[in-house]
Structure formats: structure tokens, C-alpha cells
């Protein structure tokens, strides 16, 4: 895949909020090229050595790692994470958290599409995220924020006329359009963005309110 733009630094970017993961590598050359890979699969480092291989990168040579933070599994956008993490404190590379959301919007927008859609992605509990974006010529806005809604105002939401897209919606809606977030998209949305983090701070869009006991420290028994 190309773009016309020049690249400012040689990017990995990382989605697995969906279940067709993808990984791109983006380098400054001639051709700035993204080499994504890895649809459908289930070994991150294995489709991250095949990107680089691709990208003929080394690990070292990466200097900006962009992950989607969902929101969509939970598990894929913490493993996502945890890799960044790591990469960061063995390379000390800028971090960038995009919302996968947005990615499914700019990827309906590069597909084609325009008009008013609504990102819609499984929340699970019988619930979704839902997100109103304009997409036009000039690129995708936000209309409305993501939010959780459950099936009876997703189904009212539907009947009134919204366009639903998302990685998996045409299950419930078969009328929907099938969007999924991808990598190479995601490097195109970092090259515009300069925000980077720190990984402590990378954290998956849940929405929900996280609720937890925390483990009493262990006791002394002398």
C-alpha cells in the first residue's frame, strides 16, 4: 500500500482490537511504502518480524509504535499494549494511542464511503459502541462521541436511518457495511500526530467503569 506523503519516521503500528489483526511498518523512502500483514492471525511478534522483513527494518531501526486502543477485544488491544510497553523500555521509541474507532472511520473514508455512518463495534453483555462520524472528501469528523448503547437504542438508532459500519456489525445488521480497523491506516493517522505517551500511561477505550478488589498485602506469620 502507498501514500503520497513523506513519512517523518519509520513507524510500527499494531491493531488487534478486531478479529482480523493486522500489523504495518511504515518507512521514509522513495515509495513510502506500509507493508501490513497478518489478517486473521494469532502470533503478534511472528507478524511483526514478518512486517519488518518486508519493510527490510530492524527492530532497532523503528522509531515511532502506534497501537489502537479499541475499544473491541480486550485481550487484543492489552497484548497491543504490553508489546509497545516493552518495545519502549528496550528502545525508548515514541508511543502513539489511537482510537480504533476513528481508524474504522478513516478506513470507511479511504474505502470510499461518504456521508453520515455510525461506527458500531461489539461491547459484549448484549451491548455496543457507538460513534456518529461525517466523512467528506477532506477526511472523517466526529459527530457524536463514542458510547455504550444497548441493543433496543442501537436497533431505534438503525430504524432511524443511521448507516451502522464496524468490524463485525452486518451479524446483527446484515444492511450494515463490514469495516475493519487496520495497521496501514493507522500509520497514516500518526503521521499527523505528534501526542506521543509515555507506556505507563496506554490504557484500552472500556468506557465502562473498571471495578476490582484490591488483594490484601500478604500477612507475616511469624
Not at 497484548?79 to 525508548?92: D, V, Y
Not at 456489525?169 to 450494515?176: G, L, T
Not at 505517551?197 to 500478604?218: C, M, S
Request: with cysteine.
Amino acid at each position: 500500500m502507498r501514500t503520497s506523503g513523506a513519512f517523518l519516521m519509520k513507524i510500527l503500528a499494531l491493531e488487534f482490537s478486531s478479529s482480523q489483526r493486522s500489523v504495518a511498518v511504515a518507512r521514509r523512502d522513495e515509495l513510502s511504502e506500509i507493508i501490513e500483514s497478518g489478517a486473521d492471525a494469532n502470533a503478534p511478534l511472528i507478524m511483526i518480524e514478518d512486517a519488518l522483513r518486508q519493510a527490510e527494518l530492524e527492530r532497532e531501526q523503528i522509531e515511532c509504535i502506534a497501537v489502537g486502543l479499541g475499544p473491541g477485544s480486550y485481550t487484543g488491544i492489552r497484548s497491543a499494549i504490553a508489546l509497545a510497553q516493552g518495545w519502549q523500555l528496550a528502545r525508548s521509541v515514541q508511543l502513539l494511542g489511537i482510537s480504533s474507532a476513528h481508524c474504522i472511520a478513516a478506513q470507511a473514508q479511504a474505502d470510499g464511503l461518504r456521508g453520515r455512518f455510525s461506527v458500531t463495534v461489539d461491547a459484549q453483555r448484549e451491548e455496543f459502541y457507538l460513534g456518529t462520524y461525517q466523512l467528506s472528501d477532506a477526511g472523517c469528523g466526529e459527530i457524536e462521541s463514542l458510547r455504550i448503547v444497548g441493543n433496543a437504542e442501537l436497533q431505534k438508532h438503525f430504524d432511524n436511518g443511521s448507516v451502522l459500519i464496524g468490524p463485525e456489525v452486518a451479524r446483527w445488521f446484515p444492511s450494515a457495511r463490514t469495516v475493519y480497523p487496520r495497521a496501514a491506516m493507522l500509520c497514516h493517522l500518526a503521521l499527523n500526530r505528534t501526542d506521543y505517551i509515555a507506556g505507563e500511561k496506554l490504557e484500552p477505550i472500556y468506557l465502562r467503569e473498571t471495578k476490582f478488589v484490591k488483594a490484601p498485602p500478604p500477612r507475616i506469620i511469624c
